[in-house]
């Protein structure tokens, strides 16, 4: 079977940095994926790692550990408009892309 | 300039009826899918098709059929409406081998069955 597991929800405050993590049991995995969806809005891509390691894009990077099926999101310096629902996917080799539960994260001013 | 469109944004309707959502995208890209998302936020896989052909069809009642009449285009129509169908359907579309396997998503349709 396929699952991803990570936190339903998480609580920052502006200016703090926070990290969401994401573990998965898939079979044919090819590589994990981060989305971020405003409420009412659609997913929006933000990052992907196929290799281990840590990936960086501006105030956001996400980590990778295939031998620990294992990955994370890392936001720093956070905003109040970071408060979104942050969902880990895994991409299996067919190119099917398999979302987590989703993490809502509040930031506080 | 909208990447990927879907209309309608708001479909209300009644059970056992029959209704159409349509998607188009203009990133040139070669495969779509139709995502669900249910009340809990939960985003699951439907269908995809790459250049007009169907790649994934997950669990999905044969009531859902999709329709790809050319590679920017992909349509979902549901057939005898249930309540249970009520959620946000998303369509989305990504450039086959990608370098990072980006999916572009619609805005979504909320579908409301009364």
């Known amino acids: 079977g396929q699952s991803l597991e990570q936190p339903s929800e998480v609580t920052a405050v502006e200016g703090a940095i926070v990290q969401i993590n994401c573990t998965y049991q898939t079979s044919g995995f090819y590589g994990l994926s981060w989305y971020q969806q405003h409420d009412g809005g659609a997913p929006t891509f933000l990052s992907y790692?196929?290799?281990?390691g840590l990936e960086e894009t501006g105030r956001f990077s996400s980590f990778l550990s295939r031998s620990d099926s294992y990955g994370y999101l890392l936001l720093q310096e956070l905003q109040m408009k970071d408060s979104a629902s942050y969902f880990c996917?895994?991409?299996?080799?067919?190119?099917?892309?398999?979302f987590g539960q989703g993490t809502e994260l509040s930031v506080k001013p | 300039d909208t990447a990927v469109s879907q209309t309608p944004k708001y479909l209300v309707t009644q059970m056992g009826n029959d209704k159409s959502i349509k998607c188009e995208q203009n990133?040139?890209?070669?495969?779509m899918y139709w995502y669900k998302q249910d009340s809990k936020k939960f985003l699951k896989i439907m269908f995809s098709?790459?250049?007009?052909?169907?790649?994934i069809n997950e669990t999905v009642p044969n009531r859902f059929s999709p329709k790809s009449p050319d590679k920017a285009h992909l349509n979902l129509h549901i057939n005898s409406l249930e309540l249970g169908d009520s959620a946000v359907y998303f369509c989305a579309s990504s450039q086959e081998r990608g370098l990072n396997n980006e999916q572009f998503f619609g805005p979504g349709t909320r579908l409301t069955v009364l």
């Open positions: 990133l040139g890209h070669d495969t």
């Open positions: 098709y790459n250049n007009k052909e169907l790649i």
């Open positions: 996917a895994v991409i299996n080799q067919g190119g099917k892309l398999i």
């Open positions: 790692n196929a290799l281990d």
